[in-house]
């Protein structure tokens, strides 16, 4: 279409005063606004066919044109529209606007019928605007986000945050008033800009309208599909001087040129507002260093080869120069490369390996790494091993286990290999800092052991540079090491550093992939390594913008204390509104990322569907994101803490944070989707008592917990009619969560869910706790025939009896039986057992209390000196009487015999420990099993549950 020549109405100050406009009736005596609408003609040019339809840039020229198919045609559904079209919108912005994280829609306005001035309802269609003006004030702008967001806004405005207009046509092409939009670069906003206060019924705002002149440069985009969106920068908080757009003036203008029966113009727009808001490993690009990168890339591309041949090089050189004490290295020692996957690929690919060779990785290590590990393994047959780790876990248990891991490993080179001459190599993959889980490894000390060993390592430290303070990799040694610069040091992405020390430079022949292969005794590493003609430097050389921001900042110090500080309180907080606990409560492996246990069911499976919809729900649905995973049987959510884009977050970086309100709204936005996966827990039904218990297979009749025992022997002695209900372990506080249970608290105040459980159906009521659950059955349900539980004058000595036995005898026996429990386990219960009881051994179950050994013999001599203890202790020391107070059981006498059926069941009868314990004290223990054997016994409807759940024979 052609340039079209109208008519547009700029504003006209009236008087000296300030501008302002009363949108409704004013006050009596008050006029309603001193500014007003005159017509000047202007040409408008048509974008289609231009280079601008294509490429117009909002920071550039404060528009642009995108093409978007929407599935809402009419717009005629307010709701349809909201809950549906505002998601379409949100996508489309984050893959248009640069750098957007979160969008957020405060509003839309439906343009069909001639503008009703004094209709202020949301949704009410008005006519198309026909004055040149900007929708809001940059106070205006700032003001929105408070109003909006007031509880987020400080820490949200402290980063670079855009207003951006979406407007689309609705139905049809658009005719008779097509939008117009002015190019930012044609604009003088001091002079053309006229700040005007807008008062509405219940606040007051303001907008720019813009005074008249002829040097604007106007474009549409003619016969605007609704396939077509223009986009309109309202507001930028950069503010460089003019070289970003920050505002751009818009109006409708008559097009006559359209045909009298070509329908009118119905269009939509929606006003938004986002926040970089960068909560994972990908970096935080300051604007400083984005305008740095911008130059650097003008001055590349204003003289190619002079970039190329002349400007490049030395300016890398000083980068290198520059970053090179950071890291505690020579200059000549570090090779800029792009990525820490491709950068362990080139390491690896220059060794020269044989079928002997062997390299050793970790479970942690991330899948680039794997993957480069796996295509070295399958091209050259090399062998491969992969050390375990996994958290919670002690520094000194890695260090001993990988130092007799790279032993073996060395070992099984040499294994049936008689009279082999040549050393195999042995190369080790080590993380620094691993991403799942977020856990700073003991790497220092992994590479002097591969040093002792005759090992090669190679560090995989991406997430090193800008998280860990005081690096000097001249007194570490590393064989090769790693990092990138993008994650948390603030550089541009596609920048990484490699540490080749100078006796390795001979290893490094070539890059992976190269344009040439120098020859490796006459050049440089860098020349090897960096060669490649057309790279992009801008990345590699924003380093020197972002050292400069960092020390503007306060350092690296200042900014990692800071970090660390808001991690370990921001993941506490997370954890105490979870309820849950941190990955390293220590905090020994933690500096800028912690890891949260999450209230997930160790049964739910790491699957790509279930992966996809927690990344979907958080950044999609919820507008904020962290790593979620599965590690050592539970799962995680993984949040870094950083200091924002903007320099005005420079003043936290000398202060103790509290926890952030990030990690409040992450927590609160996990803790929904938490209860989405969760599995449910029936409610109760039917009129018997339930008892909630943990199931295994050491005995036919599935139970074994010494606690639910307590509970089952009373049940059972007074004749009362109930079912079991297993549940497993993982799922405990799911119980307890779902079905409103009260729960006692741990020391640190946090609740303590454990088994047993009851409900009782009379009573309505939850109880927990043997002991107290065995006070309500006596109380609830006094028998006349079996003898009381709690003689008269007894229970404060029983309680007392209680305590005594269990910390004699009931640590000692869970040194001895907690392997055989992991092991009756069913599979999610046994991998819950085994991770939470080894956190707090501090080592595999296998090696508390092996049998055979001394540590064994010194625990069940501990075990029998309680026995002997509790048998004197007894008001009838006779073994002719089995129980405390006699002939008749009372609920100590219970609580012994539940131990002795757990030790039992997991260890059995054939056992030399059972056996022996049979015969001692003149089989006082003995005749104790005998006499309760009445009440040994499972209900009929639990066995069968537990047959039928967990599909094993009976």
Known sequence: MPDIETILNYCVHLDSKPAFKYVYDPPDGTPKSNIEMRPYPAVVHDARGTPLEENACLDENGFKFVRHVASEKTFNDE?????????EIEELVKKTVPGAKR?????????????????????????????VHIDQTYEASVARVRRHLPEEADRLLAARFRIVNVWRPIENSVAHHPLGVVNWRSVDPERDFMHTRRFYPTFEGSAFNVRHSDEHEWWYLGSQTPEECTFIKIFDSVDDGGKTARATAHSAFEDKTSPPEAPQRQSIEFELGFVN???????????PVQLACDALSRQAEESPDKWKKIIRGPLTEATRQRIAPLLGANPDELVFVTTTSHSIDM???????????TIVYLTTTWKGGRGDVGYIRDKYRVNTSVFEVKFPTTSSAIIEGYRAHLRSARSNQFRGRV?????????????????????????????????????YSVVDAAHCLGQQVDLNLSKTQPDFWITSCHKWFYVKRGCSLLYVPRRNHHIMKCAFPHNSYPNASTSTLQQRLEGASTRDFTSFLSVNAAFDFRLWLGGEKAINSYCHDLA????????????????????DFTLNMINVRLPLSPSLPETHDIISYVDRKLLVEDKVYGLVFKHNGAWWARCCAQVWNEPSLARFSLTTPSSDLRFELYSLILRTMTIELQPTIPPPSGDKIILYDLPGHAASDVAWSPNTWKVRFVLNLKGLDYRTVWIEYPDIAALYQQLSIPSRENRDGKPLYGLPVIYDPSTSRYIGDSLVIAQYLEDTYPSTISPPLFPIGSRGLQAMFIDIFIQTISDPLHSITSEFAMRQLPPRSSQYYRSRREARYGCRLEDIAPVGTERRKAVWDGVRAGFKSFHKWSLVASSSQPFVTGDKPCFADFVVASYLTWFKRLLGENSPEWQELMEAENQRWFNLMKAISPWEKVDEEGLQLFRSTFKLKA
């Open 103 to 131: 969008v957020f829609i405060w509003d839309h306005t439906i343009r069909r019928l001639e503008e009703q001035p004094n209709r202020m309802d949301k949704g009410t269609p008005r006519g198309p605007a026909k004055s």
């Open 277 to 287: 808001l960068n909560v994972g490993s990908e970096g935080a690009l300051p604007l």
């Open 419 to 455: 009279g082999q001459t040549r050393q195999p190599k042995l190369v080790a993959l080590i993380d620094a800092i691993c991403s799942k889980p977020g856990i700073k490894f003991p790497w220092e000390e992994m590479v002097r052991i591969c040093r002792e060993e005759g090992a």
């Open 79 to 87: 709701q349809r529209v909201v809950k549906e079209y505002y998601k």
């Open 568 to 587: 370990l309180a921001g993941g506490r907080r997370m954890a105490e509104i979870f309820q849950t606990d941190l990955m390293d409560e220590s905090g």
């Open 347 to 357: 390491v690896l690919s220059n060794f020269e390996w044989s079928s002997e060779d």
